[in-house]
């Protein structure tokens, strides 16, 4: 199979029924939550390991807008 440009991606949605359209945009709408979902659990998963092997510590809140300042 061939990627297809977006336009064309396009075009073919257009030629789809009112309520395939529908379904189309839950489904995308799905996946990119989904992705979304997998890349938080990720971002988070690295940052506990960071923590763990102590590349990084607590701070609060003061201190981290004291460093993003500074």
């Known amino acids: 199979m061939t990627p297809q440009n977006f336009a064309d991606i396009l075009d073919s949605a257009d030629r789809l029924s ?5 379904d ?7 996946r990119l ?6 890349d938080r ?4 998963n ?3 390991n960071e923590f763990f092997e102590g590349k990084c510590s607590p701070a ?11």
């Open 18 to 22: 009112v309520e395939e359209q529908e």
């Open 24 to 30: 189309l945009i839950r489904i995308l709408q799905n």
């Open 33 to 38: 939550r989904d992705r979304n979902r997998a």
């Open 41 to 44: 659990i990720r971002d988070v």
């Open 46 to 48: 690295e940052a506990q």
């Open 60 to 70: 609060t809140p003061q201190e981290l807008m004291k460093e993003i300042l500074s």
